[in-house]
């Protein structure tokens, strides 16, 4: 069993930046792959990145490549995600995910969700 807490959402100016941090329980989690995924009002649920457990790996989502960086401290537990130059369509409530299907992007295949964070980005 794994549990997933975000922090780190906020609001902040187009231009800026913000870490978000998901801290898990469970002695397993640095097994999994763990993802993060955004939802904006009246929209599906979609991918933003993924890292692999070792962090050898990541995925990211075209909207967000060469601005976000995600990365994991297993000794820690916790996986961040780095949002620099930040847009107002990045607005959305961001999710931490964990999965056991290697680098997985598809929300189908986590099994385990963080309650999510509110980023908003004003323009």
């Known amino acids: 069993q794994v549990q997933l807490v975000e922090s780190g959402g906020g609001l902040v100016q187009a231009g800026g930046s913000l870490r978000l941090s998901c801290a898990a329980s469970?002695?397993?989690?640095?097994?999994?792959?763990t993802g993060w995924f955004r939802q904006a009002p009246g929209k599906e649920r979609e991918f933003v990145a993924a890292i692999r457990w070792s962090g050898r790996s990541t995925n990211y989502a075209d909207p967000v490549k060469g601005r976000f960086t995600i990365s994991r401290d297993n000794a820690k537990n916790t996986v961040y995600l780095q949002m620099n130059s930040l847009k107002p369509e990045d607005t959305a409530v961001y999710y931490c995910?964990?999965?056991?299907?290697?680098?997985?992007?598809?929300?189908?295949?986590?099994?385990?969700w963080g309650q999510g964070t509110q980023v908003t980005v004003s323009s």
């Open positions: 469970g002695r397993t989690f640095r097994s999994y792959t």
């Open positions: 995910a964990a999965s056991v299907v290697v680098g997985t992007t598809s929300h189908f295949e986590y099994d385990y």
